[in-house]
Structure formats: structure tokens, C-alpha cells
């Protein structure tokens, strides 16, 4: 097959889930076919070009910037978002270079599949009704659950504005696309419920069982850890409130619990949180996750909003670490509570559950090797990638 993949932005460094799962699914996808990929480039980011030859066989970049969410072109990009029906989060994105050089492709080389990867690409996808929609998140349950979960009433009304344009957005590019494919069985069935979509395939997320295979000789030095992008903010409000609502309670039959919060561009009330406490680690970018990983004891997942599946959650049990995780930060895995992962939605029980894992070592080794067997046996990126591929088959058959 001959595939035009468009992104909104380059794979590497490869620093979120979203990246990650595109970037094995399209190592994969290279591997058997014609891999042509359309993203933006912000000229500060030459790795990303650089490495595109590992996922594709053609690179097309088209210079476009994204300006950061703390600098003043992002704040006269909020205000003039304001006053557009389409959402900020997408609008940012948008380029007419872009939407015309994927033209020009179409034009030129012909594709049997065009895929529109985030709906945050849809703007530069010339005619969206030929392109497959790969949906890591339904973007308006992330936008309902921040809406429900804020305190602050500007923040309130700011997140209502933006949860009725991206329904309104998000309904009509899932509804007008080829085919969609969702991430988990859940969130096609959210599509379904909430956008009518009916052309819609689930494909799992994966994970690389041999990269995160730990070392014999891993020493504990955390007792629990976060690994995730801490300029995203499902995980900064969930590590606010294991903070401010959880730690407390652990620290009640644990008071020396270690923890390692991993990840990106933490922001000023992570830092504080952390300065006002020698146990809390914040690593801000790193190399490799998976050392922090292998040196702790339990990850944890305290996530109150957010969508998709986490990543995370398959690398720690990869790595062999037993999890304990909220129901929205597990939500689309096939996990079993209290075999392959602790679930908790209270701050209590959530703390726990982490108690009890800690205590007990054994308990630790019983549930990180059902999860490993877990994830071993059914989750590989090849195993995901056929599944990608058998759907844009199917997609393409239905759309003769």
C-alpha cells in the first residue's frame, strides 16, 4: 500500500504517548508498505526531520510554529481563538501550506490511504472525507472532565467554551471522515455514543516488552513513580491532587515514601509542591524514563481527566512494575483490578492500595508478573500495527 500520513507535528524527540504510539505504529506500518509523511516543522527541531527515515520512506516538512502556551504570541493566539469556532487546540495547527502541499501529493503521486493523525492535523487535510481519522483521545471528554474537575470559575467558563467548540468540531470531522480509528474499545464506543460516528475500528495501543525489559541488578531508590509529560494537564492535575490529597495518607503509615515525578517542562506548581518536600523528586526532561522505572517500587496513575489509553501504563508493566491507578488513568485497558493493576478512585483507597504494595513484596512480584505475561502475550506494536492496517483495508472496501 502507498499511505500519506499527516501529523501535526515531527515524532522525536519523542516525548508524549500520543508520539509514541504513532512513531511504532508507523516503524511497523514502513516496514510492509509506502509510507509518504506531511508534518509540521519548527525550525528549532532538526531531530525531528533527522530521524523521520526510521517510520517512513518519504518526509515532506512544511515550516509552521507553534508557539509555546507561556510566551505572548500564545496569548494573542488565545485572544484571537476567542472570537473562532474552531478550538484552540486545533486552530493552532493549522496550516494552508500545509493543506496545499498534501494536495499536490494527492495530486501527483495518488495514495491508496490518507490518514489524519490527531484531529488537531484535520485543518490541512484537503478533503477529510478520503482520509482515515486516527483519534488517540475523544478530545471532548478530556475538555468535559477538566470543565467538571476545575474550581476556578474563569477556568470553569474558559474550559465550557472550549468543550462546546471541540464537540461541535470534533462530532463533524468524525463524522465526515472515511473511517476513524479509535485507540480502545471504550472510546469507540464514546464516538459512537456521543458523535454518531458508525465507520469507526479500535485498535489497541501497544508496547516494546524487550526496550523495557528491567536489569538484574535494579536497585530501589523511589518508592512510587510518575513518568509523564508534566506540560500536559491531566497529568499535572493529577499529580496536584496525589500531592495535596493522597501523599498526606501514605505518609500517615509511610513517612519516608519516595516520590519520583518524571517527565517534561513541570511547571511552577510542581516545582513548589516539590521544593516544599525533600521526599518528592521532579526530574523534568529526561533521556530514558525507563531507569526510574526500574529503580521504583510501584507506579502510580492518579489521573481525574484526560482520554485515550495510557502508554504508561503497559511501559510499567513492561518494566515489571505493579501499578496502582485511578479508573479514568486505566480507562480503555483490558486490565483486571487487583491481578494485572490496583484500581482506586479515592484518595483514600488510593493510598491504600499504594500501602499495600509497598508492604508487601511478594504481593508486588505477583501483580507486576501477571501484568508482564499480560502485556507480553497480547500487546506488541506489530500486533497493533496489523490491526491498523486491517482497518484501513476495511475502510477503503466500505468506501467503494
Avoid at 20 to 44: G, K, P, Y
Avoid at 105 to 117: A, M
Avoid at 223 to 228: A, E, I, T
Wanted: glycine share 4%.
Amino acid at each position: 500500500m502507498k499511505i500519506l500520513w499527516a501529523c501535526p507535528l515531527f515524532l522525536h524527540p519523542t516525548t508524549k504517548g500520543g508520539q509514541i504510539r504513532t512513531l511504532e505504529t508507523l516503524r511497523q506500518l514502513h516496514r510492509w508498505h509506502e509510507v509518504h509523511f506531511v508534518a509540521l516543522d519548527s525550525a528549532d527541531n532538526r531531530e525531528g526531520i533527522e530521524r523521520a527515515g526510521e517510520y517512513c520512506s518519504h518526509v515532506y516538512p512544511v515550516k509552521h510554529r507553534v508557539p509555546s502556551k507561556t510566551s505572548p504570541a500564545f496569548v494573542l493566539q488565545f485572544t484571537r481563538g476567542a472570537f473562532s469556532s474552531v478550538p484552540l487546540a486545533v486552530s493552532r495547527f493549522a496550516s494552508p501550506a500545509m493543506r496545499d502541499l498534501i494536495a499536490d501529493l494527492e495530486r501527483r503521486i495518488g495514495f491508496d490511504h490518507i490518514v489524519c493523525d490527531f484531529l488537531a492535523a484535520a485543518p490541512n487535510i484537503p478533503a477529510i472525507e478520503r482520509a482515515v481519522l486516527f483519534q488517540h483521545n475523544v478530545e471532548t471528554t478530556i475538555w468535559e472532565r477538566r470543565e467538571s474537575t476545575a474550581t476556578n470559575p474563569l477556568h470553569q467558563l474558559v474550559y465550557s467554551v472550549q468543550r462546546q467548540r471541540m464537540f461541535a468540531y470534533e462530532r463533524d470531522i468524525c463524522q465526515r471522515a472515511r473511517h476513524v480509528v479509535a485507540v480502545s474499545e471504550e472510546d469507540a464506543r464514546r464516538m459512537r455514543s456521543l458523535f454518531g460516528v458508525t465507520r469507526v475500528s479500535d485498535v489497541p495501543t501497544g508496547v516494546n516488552i524487550e526496550h523495557f525489559a528491567p536489569p538484574a541488578n535494579a536497585q530501589t531508590k523511589h518508592d512510587l513513580v510518575f513518568v509523564g509529560s508534566m506540560d500536559w494537564m491531566p497529568n499535572v492535575d493529577g499529580m496536584l491532587y496525589f500531592i495535596s490529597d493522597v501523599l498526606p495518607l501514605i505518609r500517615r503509615e509511610l513517612a519516608e515514601c519516595r516520590v519520583a515525578i518524571v517527565g517534561r517542562t513541570p511547571g511552577k506548581d510542581i516545582l513548589d509542591a516539590a521544593a516544599r518536600d525533600p521526599l518528592i523528586t521532579v526530574t523534568g526532561t529526561v533521556p530514558d524514563t525507563r531507569p526510574y522505572l526500574w529503580e521504583s517500587a510501584v507506579s502510580i496513575v492518579p489521573l481525574r481527566i484526560g482520554g485515550g489509553t495510557r502508554l504508561k501504563i503497559y511501559e510499567a508493566m513492561a518494566a515489571k512494575v505493579p501499578v496502582v491507578s485511578t479508573t479514568v488513568g486505566a480507562e480503555g485497558l483490558p486490565l483486571e483490578s487487583g491481578r494485572h493493576v490496583e484500581l482506586a478512585d479515592d484518595a483514600h483507597e488510593f493510598a491504600a492500595r499504594c500501602i499495600e504494595l509497598l508492604r508487601d513484596t511478594s504481593a508486588r512480584k505477583r501483580m507486576a508478573d501477571a501484568a508482564w505475561s499480560l502485556v507480553k502475550a497480547n500487546f506488541s506494536w506489530e500486533q497493533a500495527a496489523r490491526r491498523f492496517e486491517d482497518a484501513l483495508t476495511k475502510s477503503a472496501a466500505a468506501a467503494i
